[in-house]
């Protein structure tokens, strides 16, 4: 059964930093690619990152890029988001995802599986 669970939201201040963490199993980690995307209230879904697990690579939405750094630990099957210098525009429900490529345009991003989601609240 896959499964991708997040952690390590909170409540931060603007310019402040997090980490979020996508820990997942039940597929050959290595093989995929993991995003991670972020909802506000009343808004459609963003996604803001990704990385190819099979090579590394990475992408990035504008805004974020520059702030915000996608890793993996394949040892822990496991993607990172560490998150630089927050704006309250920044908060959102932020999903890790899993797919068989890297998408950031919507709806559907092209991901087979989602985690449940993990809340950032930025203070201004």
């Known amino acids: 059964e896959v499964q991708l669970v997040e952690s390590g939201g909170g409540l931060v201040q603007a310019g402040g930093s997090l980490r979020l963490s996508c820990e997942t199993s039940g597929f050959t980690f290595d093989d995929y690619a993991i995003g991670w995307f972020r909802q506000a209230p009343g808004k459609e879904r963003e996604g803001i990152s990704c990385?190819?697990?099979?090579?590394?690579?990475?992408t990035y939405a504008d805004s974020v890029k520059g702030r915000f750094t996608i890793s993996n630990d394949n040892a822990k099957n496991t993607v990172y988001l560490q998150m630089n210098n927050l704006k309250p525009a920044d908060a959102a429900v932020y999903y890790c995802?899993?797919?068989?490529?890297?998408?950031?345009?919507?709806?559907?991003?092209?991901?087979?599986?989602w985690g449940g989601g993990a809340h950032v609240a930025v203070s201004s």
């Open positions: 995802g899993m797919g068989d490529y890297c998408s950031l345009l919507g709806p559907y991003f092209a991901m087979n599986y």
């Open positions: 990385i190819n697990n099979s090579d590394g690579s990475t």
